[in-house]
């Protein structure tokens, strides 16, 4: 049985997103909601569900890892059965990453990733990219600028498919956190990924 978290729009929406949380918070994290108002409040309905592992760690309180690459990929493709139709998918991290390697399976309108983990922090050999080369499905990357999961010097070099879109937020971390220098504050990059994938769905 699947079960959503459904933000709808204030307006009739005119496209939805089924939206995967990453690998350390929930789909309610304070990124996630900030993230599916900003969509909301653009005309993008957002539906949110949760993996096994992380609705495992809401019932019964333990920190559990992410389950197996196969289980993740199950759980999404159940949720994107179930979900309207039409629809984008994606998710933050993680999420982005599954959805990704999902996408040309499951034919969406499109992907939105928001900071995929091209690699583990620390471990840039170690890439998670070699799907993206062949991806035929419509995509946006939205990624800060600091990023330790792939940085613009290191995604430049990768042989991604010319339909993926990869876009910079300036001094954002994998949380979309700022510099203080900037002038800007987490909120503020949230909303600039949001209106950045809301015109990639809407154009």
Same mark, same amino acid.
Do not use: M, N, V, Y
């Given at each position: 049985m699947t079960s959503f978290l459904d933000t709808p729009t204030a307006i009739p929406p005119r496209a939805t997103l089924l939206l995967a949380h990453g690998a350390g918070a929930p789909m309610d994290s304070d990124y996630m909601n900030q993230l599916a108002r900003a969509l909301a409040t653009r005309g993008v309905r957002v539906l949110r569900f949760e993996f096994p592992y992380m609705a495992g760690r809401r019932e019964g309180g333990s920190k559990r890892p992410p389950n197996p690459m196969p289980v #993740?990929? =199950?759980s999404f493709r159940e949720h994107y059965r179930a979900a309207p139709q039409p629809l984008y998918i994606g998710g933050k991290s993680m999420g982005g990453r599954v959805a990704s390697l999902l996408a040309d399976e499951l034919q969406p309108d499109g992907l939105i990733c928001f900071g995929y983990p091209f690699h583990p922090p620390g471990k840039p050999d170690k890439t998670r990219t070699a799907h993206l080369a062949e991806l035929r499905t419509p995509t946006l990357i939205l990624q800060g600028t600091r990023d330790p999961f792939g940085k613009h010097d290191e995604v430049a070099r990768y042989p991604l498919s010319a339909q993926v879109q990869v876009d910079w937020l300036d001094t954002g971390d994998h =949380? /979309? !956190?700022? #510099? !203080? @220098? @900037?002038? /800007?504050?987490q909120a =503020? /990059?949230?909303?600039? &990924? &949001?209106?950045r994938a809301a015109a990639f769905m809407l154009g």
């Open positions: #993740l990929q =199950d =949380d /979309l !956190k700022p #510099l !203080k @220098s @900037s002038g /800007l504050t =503020d /990059l949230i909303d600039q &990924a &949001a209106e």
